[in-house]
Nanobody, 122 residues
């Protein structure tokens, strides 16, 4: 069983910064893609940024110049640096991992963290 545990959310003023981290634990073979998603009240969950095992990064246009995603394969963790935060960034942030559970696995399995609240005050 794979578990994702997030940390680092909180309350910050507009223009401030936060760092979110997510660590995977359990037995698995390879984390192919890490992703951060967010969901604001009354809104659909949306992709913030993702990074593949090959280092390809995709980011939402709204965060492209402000948020940075990075992965540490040795520690099975992913980080999201949030800079120049705006009230519109207020949401619950979820990490996601697409994982091959074992060497013979041809299917990517989706796992989600429990979510961490980010609140940006104006």
């Amino acid at each position: 069983q794979v578990q994702l545990v997030e940390s680092g959310g909180g309350l910050v003023q507009s223009g401030g910064s936060l760092r979110l981290s997510c660590a995977a634990s359990g037995i698995f073979f390879n984390i192919y893609t890490w992703g951060w998603y967010r969901q604001a009240p009354g809104q659909q969950r949306e992709l913030v940024a993702s990074i593949t095992s090959g280092g390809r990064i995709d980011s939402a246009d709204s965060v492209k110049d402000r948020f940075t995603i990075a992965r540490d394969n040795a520690k099975d963790t992913v980080l999201l640096e949030l800079n120049s935060l705006e009230p519109e960034d207020t949401a619950v942030y979820y990490c996601n991992a697409q994982i091959y559970n074992n060497y013979y696995d041809h299917i990517l399995h989706d796992y989600w963290g429990q979510g961490t609240q980010v609140t940006v005050s104006s």
